[in-house]
T-cell receptor
Framework: GQQLNQSPQSMFIQEGEDVSMNCTSS?????WLWYKQDPGEGPVLLIA?????ELTSNGRLTAQFGITRKDSFLNISASIPSDVGIYFC?????????????FGQGTTLQVKP | GAVVSQHPSRVICKSGTSVKIECRSL??????MFWYRQFPKQSLMLMAT?????????EQGVEKDKFLINHASLTLSTLTVTSAHPEDSSFYIC????????????FGQGTRLTVV
């Protein structure tokens, strides 16, 4: 079945540093999404990508949908303490935008003030 | 963004009992809702797709008689964990989708189920 490999598994960085994480898949996805989850809460959508090659920013966040449609990365610039959390990539299961998502394993981010 | 509300946020139940979790879209009509399960320090796994007015579609390996889903209106889906056992203890999260094309699914805050 389809799987998403997300890396790194965890990061511990200094406040102000930039962060990069990525997801790869053996299958093609037509939609890539990046979420942030705080402990005990549901995921919150950060960025949605719908076209291969698309590069989208949301404040200090930038994400790109890989040309091959099998990968995506998320960058966070100038990290701050509130960036702490678990970041998940997700791809839409279907050949079209079904809304059924498969998630990566998550990247736990810790920021040292 | 749109708001999806889950209730309860936490529940503890005895082994063998059933537990109902509600997922509501508060300011939009959700044609489709999804139920996910998340074990500690793991990712979210899709359990089933809930469509208003029709039967839910379950992912492979998910017991439909164990996890009953009802989507009686465009703003409410319920997940009932029947005859719960300790191994059913998990974080259950729903998401709701407003439209069909390029629309994001909004997630609820999750329900922590503990079966003792």
């Amino acid at each position: 079945g389809q799987q998403l490999n997300q890396s790194p598994q965890s990061m511990f960085i200094q406040e102000g540093e930039d962060v990069s994480m990525n997801c790869t898949s053996s299958s093609i996805f037509n939609t890539w999404l990046w979420y942030k989850q705080d402990p005990g809460e549901g995921p919150v959508l950060l960025i949605a990508l719908y076209k291969a090659g698309e590069l989208t920013s949301n404040g200090r966040l930038t994400a790109q949908f890989g040309i091959t449609r099998k990968d995506s990365f998320l960058n966070i610039s100038a990290s701050i303490p509130s960036d702490v959390g678990i970041y998940f990539c997700a791809g839409d299961y279907g050949s079209s935008n079904t809304g059924k998502l498969i998630f990566g394993q998550g990247t736990t981010l810790q920021v040292k003030p | 963004g749109a708001v999806v509300s889950q209730h309860p946020s936490r529940v503890i139940c005895k082994s063998g009992t059933s537990v109902k979790i509600e997922c509501r879209s508060l300011d939009f009509q959700a044609t489709t809702m999804f139920w996910y399960r998340q074990f500690p320090k793991q990712s979210l796994m899709l359990m089933a797709t809930s469509n208003e007015g029709s039967k839910a579609t379950y992912e492979q390996g998910v017991e439909k008689d164990k996890f009953l889903i009802n989507h009686a209106s465009l703003t409410l889906s319920t997940l009932t964990v029947t005859s719960a056992h300790p191994e059913d203890s998990s974080f259950y999260i729903c998401s709701a989708r407003q439209g069909l094309l390029n629309t994001e699914a909004f997630f609820g805050q999750g329900t922590r189920l503990t079966v003792v």
